[in-house]
C-alpha cells in the first residue's frame, strides 16, 4: 500500500531554520515526483514545488523559489523542504504528495502525506 | 499563469440532494490535466477525480466529473452525510500547478 509519513509537528521562532520530511513506502519512491503544497490557516491549498528523486531533478512555484529549498534522498526514501530563515508568515500546514500520470498525458496528486504543521512564533 | 476560480464559495444542502461545484479557468485548458480532491477538517486533501472525468480508485459512483475548455464541473448525485467537506480543483499547465480556492459544501 503507498504510504507518505510525514514528520511532526514543528514549533520555531523567526529567524530560525527548520527541515520536514516526507518518508514513502509501498512504491517505487525514485521513479514518482513528490511535491510539496501548503496550506495556510483558514486557506486553500499552494504548489510549492517538486522534485523527481530518482535524480533530484527540482522545480520550484515562482512564489516560493529562493524561499524554500526542496531535496530528497532515494537511499532512504524520503523528501524533504527546508527552510533558513522562518517567517511568521510561514505558519501553515504542509503536504507532501505524490504525482502521478505522465507530463505528455495528464498528471495529478494521488497520495497524500498526512501533514506538518508548522508554527512560527516569537 | 492560468487561474482557476470555484463557484459557489459555499454550497449550503442537505443529504440526499444533488450538489454541483464549478471550476472556471482563466483561459482553456486541457481536461487532461483537471483534477478534483475532497478536503475533510484536520485531514489531508484526497484525489476524486482526475483527467476532468475519471473517477480514482475506490470513489464512489456518485461522483462525476465533467467539462472542457475553461468550464469543468464536479457532481455529487445524492449527498450522503461524509461528503460534506470542502473541494478543490488542480490544474497542471505551462510548468505550473494551480489549485482553485475551494468550495465548502456544508449541511443545511
Known amino acids: 500500500e503507498v504510504h507518505l509519513e510525514q514528520s511532526g509537528a514543528e514549533v520555531r521562532k523567526p529567524g530560525e531554520s527548520l527541515k520536514i520530511s516526507c518518508k514513502g513506502s509501498?512504491?517505487?519512491?525514485?521513479?514518482?515526483?513528490i511535491a510539496w503544497v501548503r496550506q495556510m490557516p483558514g486557506k486553500g491549498l499552494e504548489w510549492m514545488g517538486i522534485?523527481?528523486?530518482?535524480?533530484?531533478?527540482?522545480r520550484y512555484s515562482p512564489s516560493f523559489q529562493g524561499q524554500v529549498t526542496i531535496s530528497a534522498d532515494k537511499s532512504i526514501n524520503t523528501a524533504y523542504v527546508q527552510w533558513t530563515s522562518l517567517k511568521a508568515s510561514d505558519t501553515a500546514m504542509y503536504f507532501c504528495?505524490?504525482?502521478?500520470?505522465?507530463?505528455?498525458?495528464?498528471?495529478?496528486?494521488?497520495?497524500w502525506g498526512q501533514g506538518t504543521p508548522v508554527t512560527v512564533s516569537s | 499563469e492560468i487561474v482557476l476560480t470555484q463557484s459557489p464559495g459555499t454550497l449550503s444542502l442537505s443529504p440526499g440532494e444533488r450538489a454541483t461545484l464549478s471550476c472556471r479557468a482563466s483561459?482553456?485548458?486541457?481536461?487532461?490535466?483537471l483534477a478534483w480532491y475532497q478536503q475533510k477538517p484536520g485531514q489531508a486533501p484526497r484525489l476524486l477525480i482526475y483527467?476532468?472525468?475519471n473517477r480514482a480508485t475506490g470513489i464512489p459512483d456518485r461522483f462525476s466529473g465533467s467539462g472542457s475548455g475553461t468550464d469543468f464541473t464536479l457532481t455529487i448525485s445524492r449527498l450522503e452525510p461524509e461528503d460534506f467537506a470542502v473541494y478543490h480543483c488542480?490544474?497542471?499547465?505551462?510548468?505550473?500547478?494551480?489549485f482553485g480556492p475551494g468550495t465548502k459544501v456544508d449541511i443545511k
Open positions: 483561459q482553456s485548458v486541457s481536461g487532461s490535466y
Open positions: 522534485i523527481y528523486p530518482g535524480d533530484s531533478e527540482t
Open positions: 483527467g476532468a472525468s
Open positions: 488542480h490544474h497542471y499547465g505551462n510548468s505550473l500547478f494551480t
Open positions: 504528495v505524490r504525482l502521478s500520470g505522465w507530463w505528455h498525458l495528464g498528471v495529478y496528486f494521488d497520495y
Open positions: 509501498g512504491y517505487g519512491f525514485g521513479s514518482y515526483w
